[in-house]
Structure formats: C-alpha cells, structure tokens
C-alpha cells in the first residue's frame, strides 16, 4: 500500500488500518502477544477472560466468512501478497477458532455476553461511513455509499451484523455445550 500510494504515508497508514480485517487480525497479534510476554499483567488478565477471547473468536470467524464468501471474487492477489492474503483471511480465524475450543475457558459465558461483543463491529461501521464520507474512499464494496447508496449499505450492513449476532449465539451456545460435556477448562485454569 505504501508503494502504490495517491497519497501521503501517514493518509496510507490511516487507510490500512481502516480495514475490519487488518485491525482483527492486529487484535489477534496483541492478545496473543500479551498473553505470551506479559502472563501476569492487567492487560492479560483482560485478555485471558473467557468474554474477551470469544468475542475475538467471533470478530475474527466475521473475517474469514465474509471475506470467502463475499470478497475473495473481487481481485486475485499474486505472489507475497497471495501469501499474506490466505494469512489474514484463512489460516488466522481457523487457528484461532482451534484455539478458542481447545483453550479459552467456557464456563462463564453468558447470553447477555453478547450485546457488548457487537460494540466494537458497530464502532467500526459508523467510521467507516464517517472517514469515507470525508475522504471518499470505503474499504468494503458492500458498503461503498458512492457505488451502492447508503439504503443498500445499511441493508448490507444489517446481513453483517446479523453475521455477527448469529457466530456470538453459536460461540456462547457451543461454550455451554462444551461446559455441560466438561471439555473446558474452569475459569481458574492457566492457558
């Protein structure tokens, strides 16, 4: 992105980060990361709760379903960037989502978990509305207002949230399945 840039670098940074996709992955990175170097800290014990991983499961599954579905018909990377690709929208989310049933505890999950998981997919639409409206550039097609019109974003927008509700019933509902079966660790348990 930095070489194909229009504009400045600081602008192209701000672009790529402006992807659902980049910053779940970059989510993923950081909890792994601070749960790897800093077991003991504050923001581990963040991480390490039982909501805080399921709701990253759940954001990062989003990723890797809408993009196969959706996305991956709309350009052909080559090379690196292939590489890179199949990464950030395939291998990430199903290793993740190994993880989530392998290691993160299930047992206080709860239905009522799920309204705050929507937060962070809610807080990433309206900016990206906003930021594009300002900068004309959307970084999703299925909610490009200037190609689509805001009726057909919001439509779009409401199929993904939907997305998101259903994974964030599924991840709790299998939880409590896997609870009642005692396959999951107890909350108390080290990952």
Known sequence: MLVNRTGSIPAAVIQFFSYFTILTNTLVAVYFTVIWQEPSSNNAKFFLKPQTGTA????????????????????NPEGLQKMVDELLHSVCPAFFIVYWILAVPKQP????????????????????????????WYPYPFIDVKTI????????????????LVLSLLFVGIGKL??????????????
């Open 56 to 75: 990253i499961a759940v954001y990062i599954t989003v990723v890797g379903l809408v993009y196969n579905i959706i996305l991956r018909s709309t350009w």
């Open 109 to 136: 999950l709860q239905w009522k978990n799920i309204f705050s998981w929507l937060i962070y997919p809610l807080i990433y639409f309206i900016y990206s509305l906003l930021r594009g409206a300002i900068v004309d």
């Open 149 to 164: 019109d805001y009726t057909q974003t919001f439509i779009n927008s409401g199929f993904v949230l939907l997305t998101f």
């Open 178 to 191: 896997l609870v009642g079966k005692n396959y999951s660790k107890t909350a108390s348990e080290p990952i």
